[in-house]
Nanobody, 122 residues
Framework: QVQLVESGGGLVQAGGSLRLSCAAS????????MGWFRQAPGKEREFVAA????????YYADSVKGRFTISRDNAKNTVYLQMNSLKPEDTAVYYC???????????????WGQGTQVTVSS
């Protein structure tokens, strides 16, 4: 089993920045690919970013390319999502997820965190 705990969400004005963190436990972190997803009110959960086990492969949704950066620190068992130039449409609950292999689809991930709320005011 893998436990994932997100932190770093909050309220920010448009144009601002936030950094989300996701701490993992229960399994060797370096063997896990990690992803971030988000779900806005009334919408389905969508892919945001993913990073491979080594960090050598990174993927982003088109909507966040150039603004968000995913990274990982295997020594700290933590994955990060740096979010810059935030827009009101980035408002959502952000979820961290873990898998054996990195991907962009929900069904590829076996473990999920509880989510952290990000609210961007206009």
């Amino acid at each position: 089993q893998v436990q994932l705990v997100e932190s770093g969400g909050g309220l920010v004005q448009a144009g601002g920045s936030l950094r989300l963190s996701c701490a993992a436990s229960g399994r060797t972190f370096s063997r896990l690919a990690m992803g971030w997803f988000r779900q806005a009110p009334g919408k389905e959960r969508e892919f945001v970013a993913a990073i491979s086990r080594s960090g050598g492969s990174i993927y982003y949704a088109d909507s966040v390319k150039g603004r968000f950066t995913i990274s990982r620190d295997n020594a700290k068992n933590t994955v990060y999502l740096q979010m810059n130039s935030l827009k009101p449409e980035d408002t959502a609950v952000y979820y961290c997820a873990a898998s054996s292999y990195s991907g962009e689809r929900e069904w590829e991930y076996d473990y999920w965190g509880q989510g952290t709320q990000v609210t961007v005011s206009s």
